[in-house]
Every structure is written in structure tokens, then in C-alpha cells.
């Protein structure tokens, strides 16, 4: 039996942990960023154009293909103007600018208006080619952002949180049940801290106000600046997108590839895995979260032989139909990209890993 659990404290109705709070003063839609008549030449210039106490929404997206293509694809959804060699504001309609820094392998999206309509916009952008997609977060990367933001400044405070079970996390009471908490009070990391130990979860969002900025993250990959300094809050979110630099680099070596072979006259075709080193305490009923969150990982379960820590599993994309096995190899779990390699598509599933397998799982070459 499925048991939902759900924890409100709420003394503030503006503390919403998905971000639903009122923006304390929104941007002039024309002015965005004070990008209207700037033109910048680095990321820091960029983020300098923000202006303090305007809210905003940055998202990032894994790119792999070269900019003047990848630019391309974003005018397909997007009218576009530049900024300078590597900034440009994108509108969507209206009312809806997004401002975009041109990093080479994660883009970075600075959203003034809606989210949902930049959500929605991305997600057919994604569905569109396997070479540009948004990046995610793993519960896990939240809970690494929650500790790290507290150990640089002891005074920062979670105001709200939305926490789930995770498979990577035991807890000492009933961690097998599927639960969503939701809490909103001033003693919102020690109480996650709490129940996380007790019940084997992990922030799915949450709220934190530091000294510089107050911004509510989540797992779908969006970070809203609801207070204080944009800049401050931009140099966090990108220190968590970063840390997918070294799993990208390995997975981009993965996928169908072409390999010579003395017994033909032509190339032979084979599948090139990646694969995470796990503690060994894995079991195949894990997959089943695949399927629990379908609308999050946009994998479906084709079939699954085996079971416990031994199992092999074809999984389909939802958004582009491909391929993806996944099969165990002792304390390994190898990801072989089959039809298409979709890096994006890819990093949703290393975040599922790293949430309902091993938390601390690392990203390896196969050799």
C-alpha cells in the first residue's frame, strides 16, 4: 500500500517551497536584466546587469552541439536578440524575455516572466533534438546544495521545504513507504536534517534566505531569485550545475559507435556504455520509482530480467522513443545509450540513480 504523508506548518502564506511566492518587485519586461542597451563580454559582466531586489528565474540546459547551430535551435521557440558575442535575450509572445548566457556545455537562462511558459517552451525544444535539453537536479544534488549553503554562511536559514523517500537514503522508520512532507517554518533545515534521519528522505525544493539573496530550488532544474541579489544567486546555482561537468564529459563518450573490424569490410556497430560505482546495496525493485514518477524521469520500463542486485533493464525515453539498457556488473551499474545518445536524456537517469540506488554513486568510463 502507497502512503502519502503530508507535514504543514505554514505561518508565512508567502513561503510556498515550489516558488509560488508573489516576486517582491517584478522586472521591467523592456529592461531585463539592464540588458536593453548593454552588450557583455563575460559571464560576470552578465550577471552584473542584474539588479538587486528583482525577481527572477534561472535555468540551465545541457548542451553538445556548436553555438551558431545551438542558437538556431533556440530561435525555433524564441525571437532573439544580441547582447554582445555570447549574451542574447530570447521572447517568447509579449510579456515573457529570458536572457541567455552562452556557456559552451550548460547555457545558463535568466527568466523574468512565467515560469511555466519557459518550462513548456524548453520542454519542446528538448523533445525537438537530442542535443540541447534542460538539466535537472537529483534530490541528492538539493540536499549537497542545502549542507554546502550552510557551511559558507551559518546564518542562512530554510524557510520551506517539499522532501520525498529515496531509495539512496535508509531511514530507521519505515523508509520503504512513499511519502511527500511538506513544511514551512524558520527551522526548516534542522527539521529536514531530522526527517531525514527518521524517514529516508530528500528535498524535492526548498526555500533558503542567506545574507545575500532569498531563492526557493528544485529538482525540475529551476532556481527563482525571490529576494536580494540575482549575481549572489547566480554564482550558487552555478556551483550545482557545474558538478554534472565530469559526468557529461564521460557520457558524451558513450552511445552507438562505429568501431573497425578485421572480420569485415565495413565498420561494425556497437553500443558504447557509461556506468556508476555503486556501494553494492542496490535491488531492482528500485526501478520501480520509474514508473511511481513517470512525469519526473520520463522513462518508461520496457522489461527488466533478474532481480535483487542482478538485473538487466530496457528503459524507453518518453520525449524521444530511444533506447536505454541498464544492467549490472557486481557493485556496477553500466548505461548503454542505444539508437540516439540524448546527454540530457542520460543525465535524468544518473539523477535517479544518484536518488534511489546510491547517493554517492560515481560516474565512470567503461574501458
Known sequence: MVRFIEMTFRPDAESFPDGRAKPRQPMDELDFLGLRDEEVETEEE???????????????????????????????????????????????????????????????????????TVRDTLAEIDAGTPDIGRLIFSMTQLDTFLQRTRSYDSEAVVT???????????????????????????????????????????PSSFRVATNDFEATLREDGSFTVHDGS?????????????????????????????????????????????????DGGFDASGLNQLEERRDRWAYGISRVRGSGASFDAELIDDRRYSRTKMRTKGSLIRVFPHDELDVAGQLRLLAFLEDHFDRECKVERVE
Open 230 to 278: 540575482v549575481q549572489a544567486a547566480a554564482r550558487e546555482f552555478t556551483s550545482i550545475v557545474t558538478d554534472r561537468c565530469q559526468p557529461v564529459e564521460v557520457i558524451e563518450g558513450s552511445g552507438p559507435k562505429t568501431v573497425e573490424s578485421q572480420f569485415r569490410d565495413r565498420g561494425m556497430e556497437v553500443v558504447v556504455p557509461w556506468q556508476v560505482d555503486t
Open 46 to 116: 552578465f550577471f552584473e546587469c542584474a539588479e538587486e531586489d528583482s525577481a527572477a528565474t534561472l535555468f540551465a540546459l545541457v548542451n553538445t552541439i556548436e553555438r551558431d547551430e545551438f542558437v538556431r535551435v533556440l530561435s525555433d521557440g524564441f525571437d532573439i536578440e544580441w547582447r554582445g558575442d555570447n549574451a542574447l535575450i530570447a521572447t517568447i509572445g509579449a510579456d515573457n524575455q529570458v536572457a541567455v548566457w552562452l556557456d559552451e556545455q550548460f547555457p545558463l537562462l535568466v527568466s523574468s516572466g512565467p515560469v511555466g
Open 160 to 202: 520551506a521545504f517539499t522532501a520525498r523517500n529515496a531509495g539512496s537514503v535508509t531511514g530507521v522508520k519505515r523508509s520503504d513507504r512513499n511519502r511527500t512532507m511538506s513544511y514551512w517554518a524558520n527551522d526548516g533545515l534542522e527539521t529536514y536534517l531530522d526527517l531525514r534521519e527518521r524517514y529516508g528522505v530528500l
